[in-house]
């Protein structure tokens, strides 16, 4: 739950919008999470140090294409940031998706989180622009296996 909260408040400056005006949030989140890891096992996983969590992603296949992964929550807490430990999450979703045959993944980021933004476009995913329906917020993209299409199409079709 913290995790998710914090991600609100680094992306928004605020944690409003997870807990909702209703404070329906937490409860909605519990359920979304039960259903995410039942439906996509691994999908949303800790990352740990020693005995410590420090570290979250949530992933699932992209409402509007299931060829393209979707992560929902990328985290760090404060003090592992800019240590290494986010590449490693962002390597858990490539391998993760590229296991779903996703040739790619989105995600949402706010860019006035721009610890974010440079952490995402350091490790080669791309801004596509606002989101037309929440325009706080940009899609970025991340393209998997180009190569691997590649040679899969020139061993079939050579």
Known sequence: MQFRADSFLC???SAARFYKKDGSGVEEYLQWLRHRMTEIPNSCVHLWK???IIGQIEMMR?????SVGYVNLFYLI???RGRGFGQQLDQYAAQFFKHLSCHSARLNVNPT??????FYLKHG???LGQRDDD????YLEKRYGAK???QVWRERYD
């Not at 992209?62 to 299931?66: A, E, I, R, T």
């Not at 325009?135 to 940009?138: F, I, K, L, S």
């Open 78 to 80: 404060p003090e592992f």
């Open 11 to 13: 992306s928004f400056g």
């Open 125 to 127: 995913w791309i801004d």
């Open 62 to 66: 992209w409402k509007h294409d299931s």
């Open 135 to 138: 325009p706080e917020v940009h």
């Open 148 to 150: 691997d299409f590649q």
């Open 50 to 52: 020693e005995e410590q």
């Open 113 to 118: 989180n721009q610890v974010a933004m440079r």
